[in-house]
């Protein structure tokens, strides 16, 4: 059984190979490559060498063999992914501005994703379970993938594992109201938060980030706030500290924040301290963002490692 289980929405992403051209003209699409936050993770997580499982939802298509069969090749068990006959796989297209800023169109609530559900969530599976990850995105595809997450953490609690939440929920798409609400059972027994910035406001109701972050280690949690180029700062009960990251070219952002919370939940499992586990995080989300796709840079465990030896780590 594995030691680290994630669940939620699997899609592909086909995105523009032009930058500045908007989704309402024609043009030429580079893709599909395999996406969906929680597969991200997962995936990352088993190229880190962690053991690694996946509970999610894809059409009969080869849009779903296709993300399906890479988590596989990369180790992670997909035995708990499912092929719904009659539904086609959930995709992304993505539009890229020179401004960095991104623009989506999802099919995503209507597609195979959206049919995840509490039945998909066996108790059996989490005997083994260390860590659950859980992505605010998984939390807001359907009432379906919902409760199938929230079953996920009754569980992992019972078990006595540990519980892990990213909120990566846009309040330019969803309100903050709304992201509150549907984390909050999360949030309530979570161990770790892994938010970017405007996120963790968004959770907290706090405009200030670090605050925020603050408020939420004062409750016992360990936070990872994640800046982007920048690196990330760790909160927790007792202590505060702010972790550079290293200089890579960026070419695709996209994942990086899902990459970053792989390298620190498994370096947390192995039992590194807070500074180590976010020097290793910050090393796989920098290298996750060189190359094209959301999971075409997802570094291996030797890259990761041979890039904090060269910094003296
Ligand atoms: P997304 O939601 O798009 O996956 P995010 O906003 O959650 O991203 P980021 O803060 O962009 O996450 O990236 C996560 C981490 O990866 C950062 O905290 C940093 O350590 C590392 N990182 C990301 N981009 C870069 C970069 N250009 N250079 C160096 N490190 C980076
Ligand atoms: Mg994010």
Request: with cysteine; charged share 25%; glycine share 10%.
């Amino acid at each position: 059984m594995p030691e680290i289980v994630s669940l939620g929405e699997i899609l592909v992403e086909i995105m523009r190979t032009e930058r500045d051209l908007p989704l309402d003209r024609r043009g030429t699409f580079a893709g599909p490559f395999p996406s969906g936050a929680p597969a991200i993770y997962i995936d990352q997580v088993a190229k880190l060498g962690a053991s690694a499982g996946f509970i999610g939802v894809c059409g009969d298509d080869d849009f779903g063999r296709l993300v399906e069969g890479r988590l596989r090749e990369d180790g992670v068990d997909t035995s708990c992914v499912r092929f719904a006959e009659g539904y086609t796989t959930g995709c992304a297209f993505v539009a890229y501005s020179s401004d960095g800023s991104r623009n989506f169109i999802f099919h995503l609530p209507h597609s195979a994703a959206g049919l995840l559900g509490p039945e998909d969530v066996k108790e059996d599976y989490f005997v083994g379970t260390k860590l659950l990850h859980i992505m605010g995105s998984a939390l807001s595809v359907s009432e379906h993938s919902r409760q199938a997450c929230y079953r996920a953490v009754r569980i992992t609690k019972e078990l006595g594992g540990l519980v892990s939440l990213d909120p990566n929920l846009r309040p330019e798409l969803i309100s903050p109201e709304r992201i509150r609400k549907i984390c909050e059972p999360v949030l309530k027994v979570a161990d770790l938060v892994l938010p970017s910035g405007e996120e963790v406001s968004a959770l907290t109701g706090i405009p200030d980030p670090e605050e925020a972050c603050r408020k939420l280690a004062r409750e016992g949690k360990i936070v990872g706030l994640k800046l982007g180029a920048r690196g990330s700062k760790i909160f927790s009960p007792d202590l505060e500290i702010m972790v550079p990251s290293v200089e890579v070219r960026e070419v695709d952002p996209t994942g990086a924040g899902d990459c970053w919370d792989a390298g620190f939940t498994v370096a947390y499992l192995e039992g590194r301290s807070l500074e180590e586990c976010a020097r290793f995080a910050n090393v796989v989300g920098a290298l996750s963002v060189t190359e094209l796709g959301p999971m075409e840079g997802s570094p291996s465990r030797e890259e990761v490692e041979k890039l904090l030896r060269s910094m003296g780590n």
